[in-house]
């Protein structure tokens, strides 16, 4: 019986892949079916029409967005990936849809076709910094209100920039610059709990 939906699925992706590759493909559309999973490539100016297309098509049906997630490229051209992932309730079946912008570009808003796209679009705008066009509240999800950054980016400090802490002197909580008596970095893996200093201690005991 696995087998057999198996083989069920298998082939509904490669119908899928084949009626999006016609016609979508002169688009800029690519597609990859890997490990049972379907991934779809594809640029921003036609982003809106071909997740128009997989919802509302009789075929498909994918009618709920289950998610959307940023990834960090840094030394890409097109240093942002936008993930979404759609599922097919009628037919039992995922989709992956991919879609890569650079520093500064803006991508389409997905709240018109799933309102679901609402909050997920506000936390990669947080995270990341990757500004949705036509959203209708785009604002910080996750930081506090005057956060500077954006957490995920893989050029953002660990430490961050602001630590926020109670002053037990004015009786509130406060922002501060973040002010590390040590280089946050200087860290040994092999001893974390006697700290980085010892191997050099260790070595002056060896040389007496």
């Known amino acids: 019986m696995v087998k057999i939906y198996q083989e069920e699925y298998k082939k509904r992706h ?31 100016s036609i982003l809106l029409k071909v997740l128009n297309f997989l919802k509302d098509d009789k075929d498909f049906q994918f009618k709920q967005l289950v998610d ?7 030394d890409r051209i097109d240093r942002f990936e ?9 037919l039992n079946q995922r989709i992956r849809v ?20 609402n909050w997920y679009e ?18 910080r999800i996750l930081t506090d209100y005057g956060f500077e950054g954006h957490p995920l980016r893989k050029d953002f400090p660990l430490s961050g920039f602001i630590q926020v ?18 280089d946050f970095r200087k860290f040994d893996f092999e001893s974390p ?5 010892y191997q050099e201690q260790k070595k002056n005991l060896e040389n007496k």
């Open 68 to 74: 959307i997630c940023g990834v960090d490229y840094p």
């Open 165 to 182: 802490k109670y002053d037990d002197s004015e009786k509130k909580v406060v922002n501060e610059k973040v002010n590390l008596v040590q």
């Open 14 to 44: 490669l119908e899928i892949q084949k009626k999006l590759s016609d016609r979508f493909g002169e688009g800029g559309l690519k597609t990859l079916y890997n490990n049972d999973e379907l991934t779809v490539s594809l640029n921003k």
């Open 122 to 139: 506000r936390e990669i705008w947080d995270m990341f910094g990757v500004i949705f066009t036509d959203h209708p509240d785009l604002r």
């Open 98 to 117: 991919k879609l890569s912008v650079n520093d500064g570009e803006t991508v389409p808003s997905l709240v018109a076709l799933y309102d679901a796209a």
């Open 193 to 197: 709990w006697e700290g980085p200093e």
């Open 82 to 90: 936008i993930v979404y992932h759609l599922l097919s309730v009628s």
